[in-house]
């Protein structure tokens, strides 16, 4: 009897989950797309860890329509860290903010 229960369950488990593997592949293989960010290059003017911001002069970026100028970005704590003043750098933005979530000096 344990057995068959056993087996029943297996196959409660079993079905849901192959149904529903091409959806999650079809998800991933999107939000893998919207997540790649918008690559630009600039110079960093200054840093402002308090407020999580980054100030950059940056070339004009085609994908978002933006032309060469500096302004302020939100940035990640990691993109933060790397970020110095004065230094060239790529970065990458990312979301509805533009937020800065990766810089790589160069
Ligand atoms: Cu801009």
Known sequence: MK????AAAAALIASPVL????TVVT???ASVGADAGTKANGEIKS???????????????PALGWPAM?????????????????QT??????????????????
């Open 27 to 29: 998800v991933k293989a």
């Open 3 to 6: 057995l068959l229960v056993a």
């Open 70 to 86: 500096t302004m302020t970005f939100k940035a990640t704590p990691d993109a933060l860290k790397v970020a110095k003043s004065g």
């Open 47 to 61: 840093i402002d860890a308090k407020a999580g911001t980054v100030t950059i002069h940056h070339s004009p970026i």
């Open 19 to 22: 149904a529903q593997a091409p």
């Open 89 to 106: 750098v790529s970065f990458t933005l990312k979301g509805p903010e533009n937020q800065v979530v990766a810089i790589e000096p160069k």
